[in-house]
């Protein structure tokens, strides 16, 4: 019912930045929160950053005060704004969202490769 396209992934050197966007689309009026989760070469899928529909946030300590997400609810998107990338941040990453009104659901997107070389 929510569909996702992820866009912004590539290669940077360590010490530069990049936004990852999100753009939700179908039946988005009941999206109540907004996630980035991240996942490394032989490593679990782990939490990134997640953002409530009242603009309350949380991190992963590996990210916090380096990330920022944020969403902008006219546009029906989520960003990740990634400063100071190091090498460890090098991971496919993935938006997901959560929601429900008279049913839970969850939605992902295709995932997009983040490379930060040393």
């Known amino acids: 019912q929510v569909q996702l396209v992820e866009s912004g992934g590539g290669l940077v050197q360590a010490g530069g930045s990049l936004r990852l966007s999100c753009a939700a689309s179908?039946?988005?009026?009941?999206?109540?929160?907004m996630n980035w989760y991240r996942q490394a070469p032989g490593k679990q899928r782990e939490l990134v950053a997640t953002?409530?529909?009242?603009?309350?946030?949380n991190y992963a300590d590996s990210v916090r005060g380096r990330f920022t997400i944020s969403r902008d609810n006219a546009k029906n998107t989520v960003y990740l704004q990634m400063n100071s990338l190091k090498p460890e941040d090098t991971a496919v990453y993935y938006c997901n969202v959560l929601g429900g009104t008279s049913r839970a659901f969850s939605s992902w997107g295709q995932g997009t490769q983040i490379t930060v070389s040393s």
């Open positions: 179908g039946n988005i009026f009941s999206i109540n929160v």
């Open positions: 953002i409530t529909s009242g603009g309350s946030t």
